[in-house]
C-alpha cells in the first residue's frame, strides 16, 4: 500500500485579490473583514483528506476540487489514498487510523467501507475531532457525529437509471458493481434494481473483487460472460466510468452492439465520447469537483467561523446525454479533469 499526500497553500493577499478581480464568486461571500492569513492554520495537526484512488478518474476530480479550494482559500491540507485497490476494504481503515493518530484539525473522509471505518470516525468526533464525509457515507454521518455530508444521493442516481432505462424498453437490466463491500454504489444497483423492476424488467446484479476495479481486460470479460449467460439482458448499467467502456467491448464481442444499451455512474472522457458517438446511451454525474471543493469551504468556514451546512449538501446526479455531452466535452478541455473525465 503506498499514501499519496498532497498540500497547497497560498497567501491570504492574493485569495483576497481573486476576490476582488470576481475569480471566487459567492464562494468568499462569508469571507467578511477575515482573510486565510487570520485561519487557525499553524495552531494544530494538519486537515487530513482520506479519499478515493487517483488511479480512477473520478477521485483525480474530487482531488482538483480539493487542491483548487485549498488554494483559494489559503488551507494546508493533505490528500491520502491508497494506489493499490487489492485491499481496499483493510487499507482504507488502516489510513484513516492513521490520520486520527496524528491528531489533525479536521478530517474530511469518505467513508467507502463503513465496517472498518465508522467505530474509527465515531473513535474521532468523540475525540473531539471534527470530521465531514464526502462521496460515500450518505446514511452514516449522524450517527457516527460528524458535522455532514457532501456528495450524492445513491439510491436515486441508480433509481433515474433505471427509469432511463426501462422507459426505454429494456426488459432485462445488468447492474455490474465493481465495489462489492460499499454502501454507496451498492445503493446504486438497489436503486436500479427497485425502477427496473416497478416498471416490469428483470434484472441480473453482478459483482467482481476489487483488485479488478481498475482492471478493464477483467471487467470486460466478466460482463462479457454474463451476457453470454443471458441472452436476454439488454441493458446493463455500470458504477464507474472504466467498467462502462469494458461493457461496451463487452457488447461488441458477442455481437449485440446497438442491441444492449448501456449507461453508467460517472464520467471520463472516453465515456463523453462514447455517449457522443450513440454508442453509451447516458452518464450519472455526481459532479466529484463540487465533493473536493465544497468540503474544503466548509473545513475553512468551520474551523473559522463555526459554521458548516446543516445536513446533506447533494452534488448528484446529473444526466448526461447526447443532449449536453457537447458542453460538457468543451468545459473539460478547456478545465481539464473538472468533470471527473481524463
Not at 428483470?202 to 451476457?227: F, W
Request: glycine residues 12%; negative net charge.
Amino acid at each position: 500500500m503506498t499514501v499519496i499526500t498532497t498540500m497547497k497553500r497560498i497567501s491570504g493577499r492574493a485569495v483576497r485579490a481573486a476576490a476582488a478581480l470576481g475569480l471566487a464568486g459567492v464562494m468568499l461571500t462569508n469571507l467578511g473583514a477575515f482573510g486565510p492569513s487570520d485561519a487557525r492554520a499553524d495552531d494544530e495537526g494538519p486537515i487530513i483528506a482520506v479519499s478515493g484512488p487517483l488511479s480512477w478518474p473520478f477521485f483525480a476530480a474530487v482531488k482538483q476540487g480539493f487542491d483548487d479550494a485549498s488554494e483559494l482559500f489559503g488551507l494546508d491540507y493533505q490528500y491520502v489514498a491508497v494506489t493499490d485497490t487489492a485491499n481496499m476494504t483493510s487499507d482504507y481503515p488502516r489510513l484513516l487510523q492513521q490520520a486520527i493518530s496524528r491528531n489533525p484539525r479536521m478530517l474530511l473522509v469518505g467513508e467507502f467501507f463503513p465496517d472498518g471505518m465508522d467505530p474509527l470516525i465515531k473513535e474521532a468526533t468523540a475525540a473531539g475531532i471534527p470530521v465531514l464525509i464526502h462521496n460515500s457515507g450518505q446514511t452514516l454521518w449522524q450517527g457516527n457525529g460528524s458535522l455532514g455530508f457532501i456528495g450524492e444521493d445513491p439510491y436515486q442516481m441508480g433509481y433515474k437509471a433505471g427509469e432511463i432505462q426501462a422507459d426505454a424498453g429494456v426488459k432485462k437490466g445488468l447492474c455490474f458493481n465493481q465495489v462489492p463491500g460499499n454502501p454507496t454504489v451498492e445503493a446504486r444497483c438497489t436503486g436500479y434494481i427497485d425502477a427496473m423492476e416497478q416498471a416490469g424488467a428483470e434484472t441480473v446484479y453482478q459483482t467482481i473483487g476489487t483488485g479488478d476495479a481498475t482492471n478493464p481486460q477483467a471487467m470486460m470479460q466478466a460482463i462479457k460472460g454474463t451476457l453470454q449467460a443471458n441472452d436476454g439482458i439488454d441493458g446493463v448499467y455500470t458504477l464507474n466510468a472504466v467498467p462502462a467502456i469494458s461493457a461496451l467491448r463487452a457488447v461488441e464481442d458477442v455481437g449485440r452492439k446497438g442491441e444492449v444499451m448501456i449507461g453508467t455512474a460517472d464520467l471520463s472522457n472516453e465515456v463523453l465520447e462514447a455517449i457522443k458517438a450513440g454508442d453509451i446511451a447516458f452518464a450519472m454525474d455526481q459532479q466529484p469537483y463540487l465533493q473536493g471543493f465544497m468540503s474544503i469551504q466548509a473545513a475553512y468556514q468551520y474551523l473559522n467561523y463555526g459554521l458548516h451546512p446543516i445536513g446533506q449538501v447533494t452534488t448528484g446526479p446529473l444526466i448526461i446525454d447526447q443532449s449536453n455531452v457537447e458542453r460538457t466535452l468543451e468545459v473539460n478541455k478547456q478545465f481539464s479533469g473538472v468533470r471527473g473525465a481524463s
